[in-house]
């Protein structure tokens, strides 16, 4: 299933790679606007005035992943997501029809060690109606649910954590790249390197913040499970595998949205995208593919780690103990549910990050002829450097003597009543993208119900093969009721002929 969604990123990179020379935008910053003065990014003084054309480079590597292919991919994506459970479905059930486990019951199966330990001292039993066996039965008011609460109310208290720890990361950010700038004004090349400097380091502590985490909190999930007292070894699994997922999803998703969502951030933050587990993977390919088309094939070749990984658990690894499961349990709902989240931020990737949405407003609403033809001056707001506090008027001197600088926002100019006030065009411009984001997940979200209806969640070949041994052991049981009743018609008819002469009754032996 990667093969293809790799193919279509790989196309839809190429596409952007193609494309660079003829895109309006990257001509206009690189060459016919390249002199217009940009505003400082900070303010504080000896922060630098830019040029326009000081920042091609970033536009045009942007072009590469953010380009118009962007939607046509995230909708891709949004439907290989889809059709990857419908298909991993229908081998499920092949797989569950082979080991004989499609009627498979978890009341069917024994109780855990721990669970039999735990309530050895336990009085009151309750007889499991599928097996019939007596069994302690747990004090539902008593102790399931007082354990379940504390269990849960940790988690959320660990996830709240990890979300601090991913402000702190930000504020890192911030008052790192604020320091720099005001410590090396005098030096514009280390000045240069300060915006890259701060990315590099977060990213390091993002990934030292995500090791120790998940050493913590594995010890941590698994003494909550302990609590809770599971009955048996797929609910104790299913229990687990949740609360360990919750809080990975907290501390890799959120740490990577912490750097940024932007390409350059992505190339660094790879190794960020190769560490985690599979199923991690499952989430960083659909829920940020947007922004980086090429995270499918990283996945892709990450495929040979995970077979190297197989071959370590079967040869020098001690052989686990089989235990009978109808499906993969929890883990279907965590990956249906990442699918779905993947619509929802893709969409907001696309209408909140992205150009595509901007552009195709500008060429609807406000362009005369329907191009991109002045774009990027509707990007791009005035301020009057007399108007920065107190004695920040004098940040530092641009190259030319200049009374206006421009920043990237929908605001009234200096000359205006209302100045620097949003303009009426920024809340059409953002109802616009609400209104994408909307229509947008309730498309996507109406096909993937079409397509899960029209997709069995079992093989029709599977399906007639249960039903063919239904026929089967419906036709012998019929046939062995039938002798039976044979048989006891002939005792009864000789009691009657032959007082005192009784036949002996065996019941036939029948194998499936």
């Not at 005035?49 to 046509?72: K, P």
């Not at 302990?226 to 890799?252: A, C, G, P, W």
């Not at 699918?339 to 990737?349: C, E, H, P, W, Y």
């Not at 926002?409 to 809340?427: G, L, Q, V």
Request: hydrophobic letters at 45%; glycine letters at 2%; proline letters at 4%.
């Amino acid at each position: 299933m990667l093969i293809p969604a790799s193919a279509v990123g790989v196309l839809c990179f190429l596409y952007g790679f193609f494309t660079l020379v003829g895109d309006a935008h990257s001509k206009d910053v690189c060459e016919n606007h390249k002199d217009i003065i940009l505003c400082p990014r900070c303010d504080i003084k000896g922060c630098k005035y830019e040029q326009l054309g000081q920042t091609c480079t970033f536009v045009r590597i942007t072009h590469l992943f953010d380009n118009g292919a962007a939607v046509f991919f995230d909708v891709f994506m949004s439907l290989w997501a889809v059709i990857f459970m419908e298909l991993w479905k229908r081998y499920s059930a092949k797989i569950t029809h082979h080991w004989d486990v499609t009627n498979f019951d978890t009341l069917e199966e024994h109780p855990r060690p721990e669970y039999l330990a735990k309530l050895s001292t336990v009085k009151k039993k309750k007889v499991n109606f599928i097996t019939g066996v007596n069994e302690p039965c747990v004090s539902f008011w008593k102790r399931r649910v007082p354990h379940t609460i504390f269990s849960w109310s940790v988690v959320l208290l660990l996830v709240t954590i990890a979300i601090a720890a991913v402000v702190g990361v930000i504020v890192y950010r911030i008052s790192i790249q604020t320091v720099l700038y005001f410590t090396l004004s005098d030096n514009q090349t280390l000045t240069s390197m300060v915006s890259l400097t701060t990315s590099v380091t977060a990213a390091l502590l993002n990934l030292v913040c995500i090791m120790t985490f998940n050493l913590i909190y594995r010890r941590i999930a698994t003494f909550l499970t302990e609590l809770e007292i599971h009955r048996t070894q797929s609910d104790y699994e299913n229990s687990l595998i949740l609360k360990m997922y919750m809080l990975k999803f907290v501390i890799s998703f959120l740490h990577f949205l912490s750097s940024n969502i932007k390409c350059t951030v992505q190339l660094i933050n790879v190794s960020v995208i190769c560490s985690p587990s599979p199923v991690l993977q499952f989430g960083f390919v659909t829920i940020f593919v947007v922004a980086f088309p090429l995270a499918p094939l990283f996945a892709l070749l990450i495929i040979t780690e995970i077979r190297l990984d197989a071959r370590k658990f079967i040869t020098f690894l001690r052989r686990p103990v089989a235990e009978r499961v109808k499906n993969i349990g929890i883990w279907y709902r965590i990956l249906n549910s990442v699918g779905k989240i993947s619509v929802i931020t893709n969409a907001l990737i696309i209408a909140f990050t992205s150009s595509f949405i901007e552009e195709t407003f500008y060429k609807v609403f406000i362009s005369p002829d329907g191009s991109l033809n002045g774009f990027l001056n509707f990007t791009l707001s005035d301020f009057n450097i007399s108007d920065f506090p107190g004695d920040l008027n004098i940040l530092s001197e641009p190259d030319t003597s200049v009374e206006y600088c421009k920043y990237q926002d929908h605001r009234e100019p200096p000359t205006a009543n209302n100045k620097y006030e949003y303009k009426s065009i920024y809340w059409q411009f953002a109802t616009t993208c609400l209104m994408f984001v909307f229509n947008f997940t309730c498309l996507v979200f109406i096909i993937s119900s079409w397509i899960c209806w029209l997709i069995p969640d079992i093989p029709k070949s599977v399906n007639l093969q249960i039903r063919h041994e239904n026929h089967v052991i419906n036709d012998m049981i019929i046939e062995h009721e039938l002798r039976k009743a044979k048989y006891l018609a002939l005792n009864e008819k000789k009691k009657k002929k032959e007082p005192g002469w009784k036949i002996q009754v065996s019941r036939p032996k029948v194998s499936l």
